[in-house]
């Protein structure tokens, strides 16, 4: 597909997080560039959007006052669409003798769809990374005190349910970044093209995509490992206190059971 952009020298490629996800069913394969990844042609310019859909958006060479409205026509597809997205930019330097990524931007030696489609793909992954790395910091913000009060004072004043929905939101997080947007794998662009590998290891290399995601899932089984265990001392406090309940209930009878029989030896 012979591209606007191709004679372009330097491009920038914008990356916006929009939501948790995109639906990308309503697009006619008719209407695209291309399908894996979804790309768009944005405006008579030439400028071409790449969707994806966990809910990123990058954009090629297009203009401010054409980003807005074409962001516009896709919130009725998004899933819990972000007030504020993730943003992330990326310059692109055509005609170098070279393919790779030198002081954060991206130098090709001519301009292609497929190479498009490989940055956007590396781009919409750094996105999701950022997004989840300040989600499970601020859980740890939040347990950490939980598991001092458990360390310090042998109890948690946490419910069962709060931390249960700990839990729940760090498995969440693992599905999207695995089931989703598929961190760990390489894009389909490069069955294709095999010789952009060396392009994507490039962009893989400056976004450290392989290490935050190992990171990440470190992260996420510590906090969800923690939020169980608490969850199972919660649990344990409640048996203990029904425990109690029973035994009460079981002299109360006795005690009722004494009486009634010391009234009628008194008879």
Same mark, same amino acid.
């Given at each position: 597909m012979e591209l606007q952009l191709k004679n372009r020298q330097d491009l920038k490629a914008r990356a916006l997080l929009l939501g948790d996800r995109l639906d990308l069913k309503l697009f006619k394969i008719a209407d695209c560039l291309a399908t894996t990844p979804l790309t768009l042609e944005v405006d008579s310019e030439g400028g071409i959007a790449v969707l994806f859909r966990y809910g990123v958006v990058v954009l090629f060479g297009v203009k401010s006052p054409n980003e807005v409205k +074409?962001? *516009?026509?896709?919130? $009725?597809?998004?899933? #819990?669409?972000? $007030?504020? $997205?993730?943003? *992330? &930019?990326?310059?692109?330097?055509?005609?170098?003798?070279?393919? =790779?990524?030198?002081?954060? /931007?991206? @130098?090709? !030696? &001519?301009?292609?769809?497929?190479?498009?489609?490989?940055? /956007? !793909?590396?781009?919409?992954? #750094?996105l999701v990374l950022t997004l989840y790395e300040k989600k499970v910091a601020g859980e740890f913000d939040k347990i &950490? $005190?939980? /598991?001092q009060e458990l360390a310090t004072h042998g109890k948690v004043s946490a419910g069962?349910?709060?931390?249960? @929905?700990?839990?729940? @939101?760090?498995?969440l997080i693992e599905h999207r970044m695995v089931g989703r947007a598929e961190i760990g794998d390489k894009p389909e662009t490069l069955w294709d093209f095999p010789h952009l590998e060396?392009?994507?290891?490039?962009?893989? !290399?400056? +976004?450290e995509l392989m290490e935050r995601q190992s990171a990440l899932d470190r992260k996420l089984g510590l906090i969800s490992d923690t939020a169980q265990t608490l969850a199972d001392v919660w649990d344990n406090k409640q048996l203990?206190?029904? *425990?109690?309940?029973?035994? =009460?209930?079981?002299i109360f009878e006795i005690v009722i059971s004494l009486v009634e029989l010391s009234d009628k030896f008194l008879r």
């Amino acid at each position: 597909m012979e591209l606007q952009l191709k004679n372009r020298q330097d491009l920038k490629a914008r990356a916006l997080l929009l939501g948790d996800r995109l639906d990308l069913k309503l697009f006619k394969i008719a209407d695209c560039l291309a399908t894996t990844p979804l790309t768009l042609e944005v405006d008579s310019e030439g400028g071409i959007a790449v969707l994806f859909r966990y809910g990123v958006v990058v954009l090629f060479g297009v203009k401010s006052p054409n980003e807005v409205k +074409f962001i *516009e026509t896709l919130k $009725p597809l998004l899933t #819990n669409a972000y $007030p504020a $997205p993730e943003i *992330e &930019e990326l310059e692109i330097h055509c005609g170098k003798s070279s393919i =790779g990524v030198q002081s954060g /931007a991206v @130098s090709l !030696d &001519e301009m292609s769809l497929e190479k498009l489609q490989v940055i /956007a !793909d590396a781009l919409s992954k #750094n996105l999701v990374l950022t997004l989840y790395e300040k989600k499970v910091a601020g859980e740890f913000d939040k347990i &950490e $005190p939980l /598991a001092q009060e458990l360390a310090t004072h042998g109890k948690v004043s946490a419910g069962s349910r709060q931390l249960l @929905s700990k839990i729940g @939101s760090m498995l969440l997080i693992e599905h999207r970044m695995v089931g989703r947007a598929e961190i760990g794998d390489k894009p389909e662009t490069l069955w294709d093209f095999p010789h952009l590998e060396g392009l994507y290891a490039s962009l893989e !290399d400056e +976004f450290e995509l392989m290490e935050r995601q190992s990171a990440l899932d470190r992260k996420l089984g510590l906090i969800s490992d923690t939020a169980q265990t608490l969850a199972d001392v919660w649990d344990n406090k409640q048996l203990h206190k029904l *425990e109690w309940y029973v035994i =009460g209930l079981i002299i109360f009878e006795i005690v009722i059971s004494l009486v009634e029989l010391s009234d009628k030896f008194l008879r």
